[in-house]
């Protein structure tokens, strides 16, 4: 990748995130940031973008940086240190071995990952209130929220995604999803131009989580005939049209009549596919 092409990706991501903010009200003058970093390339991504958010924002707010180690076999936190260091991040590294624990919660076979997440973000949000943080920024991208969108349609019956923000279930946090408008094509050719010293995790490598595999690669064989398909998704998550759905709590189906005024979500429109 060229440099101008990388000029170029960069504001086309920094767009996204800057709507992205203004939409849902991720930032706000005075915010003090905690950005999660895993040693993936999304989060080095998010790091970079908040950075360069920070320096051309109208008003002030802190960024500063957090890694927890768990006490993963390989797990190598020294890349991750210089790269903080070369970007003058305050940053904290914070030693919780949750990693025998993951082991001893999961059945075997079972992936890893969501009880790693959960037991990574119990500490984080610690982390958080600790360091006087507003908001716990978190990497997730666009691909993972569609993804999470239709697993949880397919496999827990519920029509939900990641939330873009929200209120910590321990009442003192703001999560944050930054990159939730950013697709994951975009952030790892973004990383990878970058050179971000990526930390590897061996351990879901050994157990995948085949349900997010398969989901991916429904995507995937969808978008080879359509490549609007993630966008799609991303989109039908914003435009919501509740008449047409099941959900009686979101739409009063006994009061409705011939005579009732047209609901305001154009249903034509929400059908339209691209
Ligand atoms: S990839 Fe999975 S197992 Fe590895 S650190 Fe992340 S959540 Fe934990």
Sequence with gaps: MTAHELTQLESHLMRQVTRACSDFGLLEAGDRVLVAMSGGKDSYALLDLLLALQRRAPFKFDVVAANIDQGQPGFDVRPLEQHLQRLQVTYTLVRDDTWAAVLAKIPTGNTPCWMCGRLRRAVLYNVASGLGCTKLALGHHRDDLVESLLMSALYSGVLKSMPVKLRADDGRNLVIRPLA??????????????????????SCA?????????????????????????????????????????????????????????????????????
């Design 181 to 202: 408008y950013c697709a994951e094509a975009d952030i790892r050719r973004y990383s990878e131009a970058k050179t971000h010293p990526i930390i590897p995790c061996g």
């Design 206 to 274: 050994l157990d995948p989580d085949l349900k997010r595999k398969q989901t991916k690669q429904l995507l995937d064989q969808l978008e080879a005939a359509n490549p609007n398909v993630r966008r799609n998704l991303l989109h039908a998550l914003q435009t919501v049209v509740p008449a047409h759905l099941l959900d009686r709590k979101l739409f009063d189906f006994s009061t409705l009549t011939a005579d009732s005024a047209p609901h305001s979500a154009d249903p034509e429109a929400a059908g339209q596919s691209q």
